[in-house]
């Protein structure tokens, strides 16, 4: 079945390092792409999207390729800072009877200064 | 402000006491889901809507309940609570336009739930 996979952490960083996580998928057919962030204590919430191959999504400096040849949807940011202290969910959704958005496992970062 | 809200946001219980978790949307949005979210399984779907009277199950449905009396609220039950059902438990909603993809789902903050 679809599924999406990702490196789980956590990640730790010194503020303006250069941060990458890994997100590979699974799916029949052309699903979107998103990455979702969840900072403490709060639900989670758009990050960035991509709707098609080769599209590029991103939002607060951080951006992801759609990779259909590699089915990867990695995320990179050039200089982190500590507010980006989250956790980081990639998903996919794929159209069926409807918009089923399937998550992978979440990745832990932390922002040290 | 266009928002989701979850009532309560802390909840402890005892096994096999019927509890509700209530949710509402105000962006008048079609779509609503409940998702449980437990460590290194990230978040799992236990019920959609598709909209008023319409509901189905996801992907870990059982022991949980919902209805969708009205557009904006979509509560989840739970008849008889067990430990394993102690998680985080998210609502969120979206649009739901046909032909359509990648809508963006709204999520509320949270209900963390533990039955002892």
């Known amino acids: 079945g679809d599924s999406v996979t990702q490196m789980e952490g956590p990640v730790t960083l010194s503020e303006e390092a250069f941060l990458t996580i890994n997100c590979t998928y699974t799916a029949t057919g052309y699903p979107s792409l998103f990455w979702y962030v969840q900072y403490p204590g709060e639900g989670l919430q758009l990050l960035l999207k991509a709707t098609k191959a080769d599209d590029k999504g991103s939002n607060k400096g951080f951006e992801a390729t759609y990779r259909k040849e590699t089915t990867s949807f990695h995320l990179e940011k050039g200089s982190v800072q500590v507010s980006d202290s989250a956790v980081y969910f990639c998903a996919l959704s794929m159209k069926t009877s409807y918009d089923k958005v399937i998550f992978g496992p979440g990745t832990s970062l932390s922002v040290i200064p | 402000e266009a928002q989701v809200t979850q009532n309560p946001r802390y909840l402890i219980t005892v096994t096999g006491k019927k509890l509700t978790v209530t949710c509402s949307q105000n962006?008048?949005?079609?779509?609503m889901s409940w998702y449980r979210q437990d460590p290194g399984l990230g978040l799992r779907q236990i019920y959609y809507s598709m909209n008023v009277e319409v509901t189905d199950k996801g992907d870990v449905p059982e022991g949980y309940k919902v209805s969708r009396k009205e557009k904006r609220n979509f509560p989840l039950i739970l008849e008889s609570p067990s430990p394993n059902q102690t998680s985080l438990y998210f609502c969120a909603s979206s649009t739901h336009r046909t032909g359509v993809l990648a809508d963006t789902q709204y999520f509320g903050p949270g209900t963390r739930l533990t039955v002892l």
């Open positions: 962006m008048n949005h079609e779509y």
